[in-house]
């Protein structure tokens, strides 16, 4: 389990159902609205190997005591202004969020700024389809040297996640479906290797009854 809010984690999906969609509307005088939309997170679904190590699944009720009172739609998630896509502050603004059974699915209508032009750009032409979150863990479980695709690894189940910072457009994801970095991976490596440490063996103290027995029996 995991209480800190100290260290944010960072994800990125690229495989199906994280794959965007770009709608064009149209307006009354004449132009056009872009609007992306796709997946951050998918619920159930194992992550590919992070550092050949651990897979990570999300819990479908991870989100549940979800701080989403300020989220930002970045690129690779950066923190200038000119990177900025849209923004949801207490479920209201230019960032729709919705959770589903799938997972929790984000729409926002394109900005006409240069990143924003950039990025419609590159993923109507397919360059560009993966995209990422920014969150702090409050809850996690990990069961050790489970058997996946052939080899073992340890499996980290999210429980619940405190706080969501950001969604982000990004260029590539590492690792697949998952990635972490590597102050990341030494933070949960942390975490995960305490759960290994096998706890002490509780030492074996002698009842009263059989302490008074062995007495009677030396006297």
Sequence with gaps: MNNTLNNIELRRLSA?????RVERIAR??????????????????????????????????????????????????????SSVLARSRNGEGTLEMSIDEVGVAFRFRCPDTTAGRDILTLIERGDISECSFAFWVSEDRWLFDVA???KTYDVRRIESIAKLADLS??????????????????????????????????QRTMSAR??????????
């Design 16 to 20: 199906k159902p994280a794959e965007f």
């Design 28 to 81: 009354e005088d004449g132009g056009e609205d872009a609007y992306i939309r796709g997946y951050a997170v998918v619920f159930e679904q194992y992550s590919k190997p992070i550092w050949d190590e651990w897979v990570e699944i999300i819990s479908r009720n991870a989100f549940d005591n979800c701080d989403m009172s300020d989220v930002v739609m970045v690129i690779d998630h950066a923190r200038d202004v």
């Design 210 to 219: 059989l302490a008074n027995t062995i007495v009677d029996l030396l006297s």
């Design 148 to 150: 996946f695709d052939g």
């Design 169 to 202: 457009i990004v260029v590539s994801g590492q690792y697949g479906q998952t990635s972490v970095s590597v102050e990341e991976r030494a933070m949960v490596n942390e975490v995960r290797t305490a759960g290994k440490t096998p706890a002490p063996k509780p």
